[in-house]
């Protein structure tokens, strides 16, 4: 069984800052893509950044410049660094990883439950 684990949300105020993290445990052979989602009150899901295995990223044009999305791939952790939190910021944010478990012959999209964000301004 393969379960994603998010932690590091909570209340900040505006222009504040906090770290994600989302580990990733079980019978994981491979991870390839992995991202950060977010969803407000109300709203759609959408994404938020990506990190390839080499380690290449994409974000939201919403958060570029103020998120940093990182990955350790020895712990199958991947990491969201919020800076200059604004209050539109407020969601619940998923993180997501494509992994191949041991045994599997393709790639499955796993979802964490969620981590709620509040920016309060």
């Known amino acids: 069984q393969v379960q994603l684990v998010e932690s590091g949300g909570g209340l900040v105020q505006a222009g504040g800052s906090l770290r994600l993290s989302c580990v990733g445990s079980?019978?994981?052979?491979?991870?390839?893509?992995m991202g950060w989602y977010r969803q407000a009150p109300g709203q759609q899901r959408v994404l938020v950044a990506t990190?390839?295995?080499?380690?290449?990223?994409a974000y939201a044009d919403s958060v570029k410049g103020r998120f940093t999305i990182s990955r350790d791939n020895a712990k199958n952790t991947v990491y969201l660094k919020m800076n200059s939190l604004k209050p539109e910021d407020t969601a619940v944010y998923y993180c997501t990883a494509g992994i191949l478990s041991f045994g599997a012959v393709r790639y499955i999209v796993y979802w964490g439950q969620g981590t709620p964000v509040t920016v309060s301004s």
């Open positions: 990190i390839t295995s080499g380690g290449s990223t």
């Open positions: 079980g019978s994981i052979f491979s991870i390839n893509a």
